[in-house]
């Protein structure tokens, strides 16, 4: 498709506010606490929008949308049970985490486990970040370009890893949530003029209904191959949830960065009520693409980008890709900032110079980034080969470390008496059992798969604590003192996100 002047001038003038805001917003970022964590001065209301602006990327848009073409609306299951595990983080997970004072998700393992435990953890995030979600986001921005104004993939790759790499090196995670907050805001609402527009070439909401009565159910039987509703409600999809939303730095980084523990609740909370629409302008336009151009469309990845390029006039163009390029930058810089961070803080000043100063730490954090940023560019393309797509290639192999990581945190908080041993064996018995369940049973869904490699890491955890108990209970250190008990408002918001939820399902079962 061609640009018009004006869509030249939307995307520019865009890219350049966010890398201007970016850079202004990072500047004087000197200490450590500065640079990885902001401060620790986070508002709500920017803790909500980067949650979202981080997550929704293009394996949403391309992915996601390419499952809505093919399955159809129980892919959103991942969005709208995220919003009720968004609650359990918020009530469960981050007062721990806050009041530890914690700059790295696997650091907590050190202080409830030992070095070895958290050493683990650090290790599977940094080669997990480079060749899952780094190369799979960079691969999908790249296919969007391509499909959209036929850039070839390997610049596409390429520009969107050097523009995003560049002011995250500057700026660390005040850069990021800043350049979240515009490009989360401004994929909201491009997003939401592509679902009406949709709708009105399709012929409205009864007419969308009508045609499309097959794909929208979020309820499917218990033997489906892919969302059976066993693994959704009570099974599987519970593990990459609690993993991605309470124990994945690239997510947590901006709730422990908050300035206080109620501004983290809410803000997690916010982001709860902003992931129930994303199913309306991702999963949406993948039905319709489906129901206007299905023929034309031979690989579902292309069924968003395909349906821009008939829907969208002149002048709206440069803002969609805009958007779209700003969706694969806002996840980009959180992926870099919050690896680096992993790597500055849980490698380099744990092993490697452990009396390293504030200014070393920040030095080693940028670059680490520009590392990071070659190593991702030069796997991506290696995610095009594989014929499940996208969004099924990132949730897929996440899975041989996250029930593993899930258990050692659950099992570490409630029972005082695992031991370090214990929670060291699951994380690496994870990965063979699981493997083995994708290689025995390849029919079988992978959430079942997840399911099944919970229960066996935790039955690990169980008769190994039952045999070889900790004797003296962990004693966890404080960074903080806080009442740990929520605000009125936090629950109140909580039980509203959770009947919203249920209604989606009853509405859409």
Request: net charge neutral; charged share 10%; with cysteine.
């Amino acid at each position: 498709m061609e640009f018009s002047v004006l869509d030249i001038v939307a995307f520019v003038g865009f890219m350049l506010l966010v890398i201007g805001v970016s850079l202004w917003a990072g500047r004087k970022e000197e200490t450590s606490e500065d640079y990885f964590l902001a401060g620790r001065k986070l508002s709500w209301w920017l803790i909500g929008l980067s949650l979202i602006a981080s997550n929704i990327s293009s394996e949403h848009f391309i992915g996601m949308s390419g499952q809505g073409f093919g399955l159809g609306l129980a892919i959103a299951s991942y969005e709208w049970m995220a919003a009720i595990t968004l609650i359990i983080v918020a009530l469960f997970f981050l007062p721990r985490f806050l009041k530890a004072g914690i700059y790295t998700i696997p650091e907590f393992l050190e202080l409830r486990y030992n070095h070895t435990a958290r050493t683990i953890m650090a290790g599977f995030m940094i080669l997990f970040y480079i060749f899952v979600t780094m190369a799979t986001v960079l691969y999908s921005g790249a296919l969007a370009l391509k499909t959209i104004f036929d850039i070839n993939i390997i610049c596409g790759i390429w520009l969107i890893g050097l523009l995003a790499g560049a002011y995250t090196v500057y700026g660390g995670l005040k850069a990021v949530v800043w350049s979240d907050l515009i490009q989360g805001s401004t994929l909201l609402i491009v997003g939401l003029v592509v679902m009406f527009l949709g709708f009105e070439k399709i012929g409205g909401w009864e007419a969308f209904v009508a045609s499309s009565a097959d794909k929208l159910h979020t309820v499917l039987p218990a033997d489906h191959p892919d969302m059976p509703w066993v693994a959704v409600f009570i099974g599987g999809l519970w593990i990459p949830n609690i993993f991605y939303w309470g124990l994945n730095q690239f997510i947590t980084q901006r709730t422990l960065g908050a300035k206080s523990l109620n501004q983290g609740q809410t803000g997690i909370l916010f982001g709860a009520t902003l992931k129930l629409i994303i199913p309306f302008i991702v999963v949406f336009p993948g039905i319709m693409a489906f129901e206007l151009y299905g023929s034309e469309i031979a690989n579902p990845d292309e069924a968003y980008p395909y349906l821009l390029t008939r829907l969208l006039p002149k002048g709206l163009m440069g803002i969609m890709f805009a958007a779209l390029f700003g969706a694969v930058m806002s996840t980009l810089d959180s992926l870099l900032n919050s690896a680096a961070t992993i790597f500055t803080i849980d490698i380099y000043k744990r092993y490697l110079k452990k009396d390293s100063t504030s200014k070393q730490l920040v030095n080693m954090g940028r670059i680490s980034t520009l590392v990071l940023v070659v190593f991702g560019c030069l796997w991506a393309p290696i995610v095009g080969s594989f014929d499940e797509g996208v969004y099924v290639y990132i949730q897929k192999f996440w899975g041989f470390i996250q029930s593993g990581v899930v258990a050692a945190f659950i099992f570490g908080i409630l029972w005082k008496k695992v031991p370090a041993k214990a929670a060291v064996g699951a994380m690496l018995l994870n990965i063979p059992v699981y493997g083995a369940l994708l290689w025995f049973a390849p029919d079988e869904p992978f959430l079942n798969h997840m399911g099944i490699t919970f229960l066996t890491v935790s039955a690990f955890i169980t008769v190994y604590t039952l045999i070889w108990p900790q004797k003296v209970p962990t004693v966890l250190p404080a960074y903080q003192e806080f009442d740990s008990k929520p605000k009125m408002t936090v629950i109140i918001w909580s039980v509203l996100v959770f009947l919203a939820t249920a209604g989606l399902y009853i509405y859409f079962a």
